[in-house]
Nanobody, 121 residues
Framework: QLKFVESGGGSVEPGGSLRVSCTAA???????VGWFRQAPGRERERVSCISNTDTSTHYADSVKGRFTTSRDSAENTVYLQMNNLKPEDTGVYYC???????????????WGQGTEVIVSS
């Protein structure tokens, strides 16, 4: 089933690190996978995407140099390592699969319930 289960969120102080994960019950070899976040009162935004063809990665300017996404195809899992976290990184983090690569369309059925990240002192 192409539906993600996200995990690994939590509360951390500014400058800290977290790694969040999302796992699907089906193979992800045909899909690029994006990480998104939604802060309170704001639109959901994409923070990263990893291709399924060449494992190239893409990042929002706000997280470049701090966040790294990777995938474990054997485990149907995609990770987001978040370093040097800032209060503005606070939000609920979601995964979604893309058809036709990171510039393609989101497979709406793949959204999970999200995992909450709170960055606060």
């Amino acid at each position: 089933q192409l539906k993600f289960v996200e995990s690994g969120g939590g509360s951390v102080e500014p400058g800290g690190s977290l790694r969040v994960s999302c796992t699907a019950a089906t193979s992800l070899i045909y899909y690029a996978v994006g990480w998104f976040r939604q802060a309170p009162g704001r639109e959901r935004e994409r923070v990263s995407c990893i291709s399924n063809t060449d494992t190239s990665t893409h990042y929002a300017d706000s997280v470049k140099g701090r966040f790294t996404t990777s995938r474990d195809s054997a485990e149907n899992t995609v990770y987001l390592q978040m370093n040097n976290l800032k209060p503005e990184d606070t939000g609920v983090y979601y995964c979604a699969a893309y058809g036709l690569g990171c510039s393609g369309y989101v497979r709406e059925e793949s959204w999970g319930q999200g995992t909450e990240v709170i960055v606060s002192s």
